[in-house]
């Protein structure tokens, strides 16, 4: 339940004194466990904005090379694309 909630295993390890097993799953068992809890999702709230993010980012050059009408796989050779030297 804690690996899939996305917790590490050092978050975890820090939670597992503030839980007891229900004898089916881990369930909590005190409030002070609360704000290590609402760090996490904190965390996660980041994560997923910043890959929102990049999403977005995504569809803007899908949109543009879908606008451009580019149907052609092989255009980029084709024109001579610029050859990028990232090194």
Same mark, same amino acid.
């Given at each position: 339940? =804690?690996?899939?909630?996305? =917790?590490?295993? @050092?978050?975890? @390890? !820090?939670?597992?004194?503030?839980m007891v097993n229900?004898?089916?799953?881990?369930?909590?068992?005190?409030?002070?466990?609360?704000p290590d809890l609402?760090? !996490? +999702? !904190?965390?996660?709230?980041?994560?997923?904005?910043?890959? =929102?993010?990049? +999403?977005?980012? =995504?569809?803007?050059?899908?949109?543009?090379?879908?606008s451009a009408g580019?149907?052609?796989?092989? @255009?980029?050779?084709?024109?001579?694309?610029?050859?990028?030297?990232?090194?």
């Open positions: 339940m =804690l690996l899939a909630a996305g =917790l590490n295993t @050092a978050t975890i @390890a !820090e939670l597992l004194p503030c229900d004898g089916q799953t881990l369930a909590p068992a005190c409030s002070g466990m609360l609402n760090r !996490e +999702r !904190e965390r996660i709230d980041e994560a997923v904005a910043s890959l =929102l993010a990049a +999403r977005d980012a =995504l569809d803007t050059i899908i949109d543009a090379t879908v580019v149907d052609d796989l092989n @255009a980029c050779d084709a024109a001579g694309a610029a050859k990028i030297d990232f090194s």
